[in-house]
């Protein structure tokens, strides 16, 4: 079949590059390729610290359980080298955060997670004495991981492009749609048309269709500090020590696409990395990005289909975490017409 995705974040990728070992023809529409949040994004597979719950929940960990061979998969096919660290302490901070990370470190481990390992405060301190005397108790999530974006994205690009995938440097800005069918889409200057269609636009996905997804930005710092052991995941900031730098992340703001770096993102980030690891004061400030996560009304994705299309989007805080569930779906449905459970549960008529 002949496909065109468009959108050249990690879920379009994703998604193109499963088509293409499948045997398709994909092209990948896509207007910039640095736009979307992949890029940004700190790249934690973090669905026990992120707290989350139900379907949405569920969704995440099976997909967590995809990522290994996903990785080595696509570090096979490109030849590229990515980055990748496991385990998350997730740090509570206050009273009501200690409560809460008891009480879903009980459930999570009874059904998600094996790798469960939890810190009192001195325990903590001994092993990791440069976190703040000010926390009260801490939960390692094994089986979590980070992995670093940019050479995530950078082999991404590489395998789509092994695979003999084809890159149009293309702003889709309209859809013909006949009912559940679409005939067409129209750049500024041509027209396309492919046997089946995939958006995967994600804060962008608005311009396509009248679902409600929303930017939702985020201010990261790229900082040089010596820390070397687990991403620490906290209300105050997370920090995410890679390989050549360090990340600290990330302000949620409704602000529409505001590209502004401003004094308040970063002040807040700044006293945050602070409180949790109060030597970061002196670490050396390297770079400061905005991005757009894709956010919806209830924070899980908006997964739809039509009978030549699929929409897949809304990934959230998410999206890294839930790429290869996604591109998993979206083959089964293209190859075998499976309409995955998740289509119902991120149905956008939740919304109507
Ligand atoms: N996944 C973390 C964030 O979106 O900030």
């Not at 997730?90 to 939890?118: G, I």
């Not at 395998?159 to 009912?179: Q, T, Y």
């Not at 289909?305 to 979206?330: D, K, M, Q, S, W």
């Amino acid at each position: 079949m002949e496909i065109l995705v468009v959108g050249g974040g990690v879920i379009g990728l994703s998604v193109a590059i499963n088509l293409l070992l499948a045997g398709h023809k994909v092209k990948l529409a896509v207007r910039d390729r640095k736009e979307g949040a992949s890029w940004v994004a700190g790249g934690m597979l973090a669905p026990f610290s992120e707290g989350l719950e139900g379907e949405l929940l569920r969704f995440s960990v099976e997909s967590l359980h995809l990522w290994h061979e996903y990785l080595d998969r696509l570090q096979d096919i490109s030849g590229r080298r990515v980055y990748f660290s496991e385990g998350i302490l997730r740090l509570a901070l206050t009273e009501e955060e200690e409560q809460d990370l008891r009480e879903k470190v009980k459930r999570y481990s009874s059904e998600f997670c094996k790798s469960v390992a939890s810190y009192e405060t001195e325990e903590l301190l001994c092993e990791f004495p440069y976190i703040t005397k000010d926390v009260r108790y801490a939960v390692l999530y094994g089986e979590e991981g980070n992995v670093d974006t940019e050479e995530l994205m950078e082999a991404l690009y590489v395998a789509f492009e092994k695979l003999g995938g084809e890159l149009l440097n293309e702003d889709i800005v309209r859809v013909r749609r006949e009912g559940e069918r679409i005939e067409k889409v129209f750049s500024v200057f041509g027209e396309f048309t492919a046997d089946f269609y995939v958006f995967a636009t994600g804060a962008w996905l608005k311009e396509h269709f009248n679902f409600p997804v929303f930017p939702v930005k985020g201010h990261i710092l790229r900082i040089n500090a010596p820390l070397k052991d687990y991403v620490l995941y906290s209300s105050a900031a997370y920090i995410i020590p890679r390989e050549k730098d360090v990340l600290v992340g990330a302000t949620t703001e409704n602000k529409g696409f505001d590209r502004r770096i401003t004094l308040g993102g970063v002040k807040q980030l700044t006293e945050g990395a602070a409180r949790v690891v109060p030597s970061l004061q002196e670490a050396e400030l390297l770079e400061v990005r905005v991005g757009f996560r894709p956010g919806t009304p209830d924070e899980k994705p908006v997964f739809y289909f039509g009978e030549n299309f699929l929409v897949l989007g809304g990934h959230y805080r998410n999206g890294i975490l839930h790429a290869p569930l996604t591109a998993e779906i979206a083959l089964r449905f293209v190859d075998k017409g499976e309409v995955s459970e998740y289509f119902k549960s991120f149905s956008p008529y939740r919304f109507k």
